[in-house]
Structures are given as structure tokens and as C-alpha cells.
């Protein structure tokens, strides 16, 4: 079982950045960022893979949002920068332990944390 535990969400204007933090109690998964907006499917945001730390993004978030992990500490983060009103979700960050899994799919990932709000205010 592992534990996942997001940080940094918040309110911010249009065009300004945020960090969100990811810490997993234990180590060598591949993570993923995922965000659900009012009334719309959660859908995927980026993620960075365990072995050789490739990494993909939604075509909405490409050249702005960066994924990136500490696996010293079992954390990834999620740089957001040029925010705009509609990344305004609830992020959640998700662990998968399938070595080839495809990892814009929100069913190849076994472990979810609790999510982390973020508000973008026009």
C-alpha cells in the first residue's frame, strides 16, 4: 500500500504559477497528475515515468506544466506556470507500479492521493 500526499494548490490570477508536491511513502513508481474540474471527467495532466524518467503532458498543459521527481524522497512535483482559468481542478496524483503502463490512462494507476485544489481567478 502506498500513501499519497499532495501539497501546494491554491488560488492564483491568470498567468501566475504554482508548485504542487506529491510525497509517496514508498519508492519506484511511475506518477502521474490528473485534475477534475466542476461537472467534467477527471482527465490527465502529466507524468514521469520510474525507469528512465520520460515524461508525457495533455496537449492543453504542453510548455507550461513540468513534471518532475526526487526519488531520494519519493516525491514528484508539478511546476505550473502561465495558469489559465481552465486548469482551475482539483489535481490528484496517482502511482502506478506496471513497468509498461500507459500512463495517460487513469486505469493503470493503483494508487491515488486525496487531491489538491487549484483556482485560477481571471
Known amino acids: 500500500q502506498v500513501q499519497l500526499v499532495e501539497s501546494g494548490g491554491g488560488m492564483v490570477q491568470a498567468g501566475g504559477s504554482l508548485r504542487l508536491s506529491c510525497a509517496a511513502s514508498?519508492?519506484?513508481?511511475?506518477m502521474g497528475w490528473f485534475r477534475q474540474a466542476p461537472g467534467k471527467e477527471r482527465e490527465f495532466v502529466a507524468a514521469?515515468?520510474?525507469?528512465?524518467?520520460?515524461?508525457y503532458y495533455a496537449d492543453s498543459v504542453k510548455g507550461r506544466f513540468t513534471i518532475s521527481r526526487d526519488n531520494a524522497e519519493n516525491t514528484v512535483y508539478l511546476q505550473m506556470n502561465s495558469l489559465k482559468p481552465e486548469d482551475t481542478a482539483v489535481y490528484y496524483c496517482?502511482?502506478?507500479?506496471?513497468?509498461?503502463?500507459?500512463?495517460?490512462?487513469?486505469?493503470?494507476?493503483?494508487?491515488w492521493g486525496q487531491g489538491t485544489q487549484v483556482t485560477v481567478s481571471s
Open positions: 514508498g519508492g519506484g513508481y511511475s
Open positions: 496517482a502511482a502506478c507500479y506496471r513497468s509498461m503502463a500507459r500512463l495517460n490512462m487513469e486505469n493503470e494507476y493503483s494508487y
Open positions: 514521469i515515468r520510474w525507469s528512465g524518467g520520460s515524461t
